[in-house]
C-alpha cells in the first residue's frame, strides 16, 4: 500500500501550520479524499495512529469527506456524476468525458487547542 | 478550540521531488519515460525491443522497480548502458514507484551517458497513477491477453498517459478483445493519446513506437538548450 508517505505528509503538514498558529494541541484533522483516488482512508488511519505517537498531533481524529467522482463531457459541456462504468454522459451519449473531479487529496482545516 | 483553514495538498511533497528530478533529467539531456502497465503486460519486453532499435543511435539507462528479485535487471543489463534496480518490497510504498525512489536512482546512474531512460513500473494500474516522478511522458502497456475493459476499470492511468502500447497483438485471433472499443473508450477518456499496436514476441509495430519515441526525444532536445 501506498498510504504510509502520505500519511507522514498529513503529519508535517498539521504539525507546521500548528505551529504556526501556536497550537499546544490538534483535536481533528479535515481531509479531502476524491472518490476516484486510490487512497483508503481505513490505511490513512492506521498509519496516523502509529505516526502521530508523542506529538501534539497523537489523538487527534480525522474526518474523511469525500470528493464525488465528475466528468465533464467534451461534445455537449454536461458535468455529471457517473454512478458506474462505461463513462458516458447522461444528456448526449458521448464517450467523450474528462475526469475534472475526484482526484483530490488534501488537508481542508483543522481543529486546534 | 481554534479552526484553521489549511487547504493543501498532501502529495506535493512527491510532486516537488518529481520536478527536482525533472530539472536533473533536463540538465543532463536526459529523455524520461515512466511504463506502467499491469503485471506480465510485457514492460520488460517492449524495454528490450525498444533499447535494442535504438541502441546504434541512443544510450539507454533502465530504472527496474519491482516488489521483489532482480530478474528484470539481469535481463535488461546486457542491452542497456547501465541499470538500477529499485526493489519496493521493504518500502513504506511497496507497490508503485515513487519520486523519491526515482531520486535515489538517479545518484547511481551515468546521466552523462544516457540519452533516453526508461522507468519500469511495479506491475500495477492503481497506485502508479497517483504518483509523478519526473518523466518527461507516461506510457501505458495494455495487453490482449488482459481484456479490452481496462481503461473503463482504470480510468485514471489511462487518462493521463502520453502513449498506450497494445501489446501481445499477435493474440488477436485468440482472445475476444474488441481493439475498436478499446480504442473509443481510451480516446474517450484522453483524446490526445497515441496509440500503438505491438507484438514483443514477433516486433510487429515496434518501428512505430520507436519512432515515436525518437520524435519526443528530438522535439525535447530542441526546447532543452
Redesign the interface.
Known amino acids: 500500500?501506498?498510504e504510509?508517505?502520505?500519511t507522514e505528509?498529513?503529519v508535517?503538514?498539521a504539525l507546521d501550520?500548528?505551529r504556526e498558529?501556536q497550537?499546544s494541541k490538534i483535536?481533528k484533522i479535515n481531509?479531502v479524499i476524491g472518490e476516484?483516488?486510490?487512497?483508503v482512508p481505513e490505511c490513512i488511519k492506521f498509519y496516523f495512529d502509529f505516526l502521530s505517537k508523542d506529538s501534539i498531533t497523537e489523538g487527534a481524529s480525522l474526518n474523511f469527506e469525500v470528493a464525488p467522482a465528475k466528468f465533464r463531457c467534451?461534445d455537449c459541456s454536461a458535468v455529471f456524476n457517473p454512478q458506474s462504468?462505461?463513462?458516458v454522459c447522461p444528456q448526449c451519449q458521448?464517450?467523450?468525458?474528462?475526469?475534472t473531479g475526484g482526484?483530490e487529496?488534501?488537508?481542508?482545516?483543522?481543529?486546534?487547542? | 478550540m481554534k479552526k484553521i483553514e489549511i487547504v493543501q495538498n498532501i502529495l506535493q511533497a512527491n510532486e516537488s521531488i518529481a520536478g527536482q528530478n525533472k530539472r536533473l533529467l533536463d540538465k543532463h539531456k536526459v529523455f524520461a519515460i515512466n511504463i506502467m502497465s499491469s503485471a506480465g503486460a510485457g514492460k520488460t519486453s517492449l524495454i528490450l525491443q525498444t533499447i535494442a532499435r535504438l541502441k546504434d543511435k541512443l544510450n539507454t539507462g533502465v530504472i527496474e522497480g519491482d516488489v521483489a528479485s532482480t530478474l528484470d535487471a539481469e535481463k535488461v543489463k546486457d542491452e542497456a548502458t547501465a541499470v538500477v534496480q529499485v526493489t519496493t518490497r521493504y518500502m513504506p510504498e511497496n507497490c508503485t514507484l515513487i519520486a523519491n525512489n526515482v531520486s535515489y536512482a538517479l545518484k547511481n546512474l551515468p546521466l552523462e551517458d544516457i540519452d533516453l531512460l526508461i522507468i519500469e513500473n511495479v506491475g500495477n494500474l492503481i497506485c502508479p497513477s497517483e504518483f509523478v516522478l519526473g518523466e518527461h511522458r507516461r506510457v501505458v502497456i495494455s495487453s490482449l491477453p488482459e481484456g479490452d475493459d481496462k481503461p473503463i476499470k482504470y480510468p485514471m492511468i489511462f487518462a493521463d498517459a502520453d502513449a498506450v502500447v497494445i501489446n501481445k497483438i499477435d493474440f488477436l485471433p485468440y482472445v475476444d478483445f474488441d481493439i475498436a472499443s478499446f480504442q473509443k473508450t481510451l480516446r474517450g477518456l484522453n483524446p490526445e493519446v497515441k496509440i500503438f499496436q505491438v507484438s514483443c514476441k514477433t516486433g510487429e509495430g515496434i518501428e512505430e513506437w520507436c519512432s515515436w519515441l525518437r520524435g519526443e526525444i528530438k522535439a525535447s532536445r530542441s526546447l532543452v538548450k
Request: proline share 3%; glycine share 6%; hydrophobic share 50%.
Open positions: 500500500m501506498h504510509f508517505g502520505v505528509n498529513i508535517t503538514i501550520k500548528a498558529a497550537a483535536v481531509l476516484l483516488s486510490g487512497f467534451r462504468a462505461p463513462w458521448s464517450q467523450s468525458v474528462e475526469i482526484r487529496l488534501y488537508v481542508k482545516s483543522m481543529e486546534v487547542e
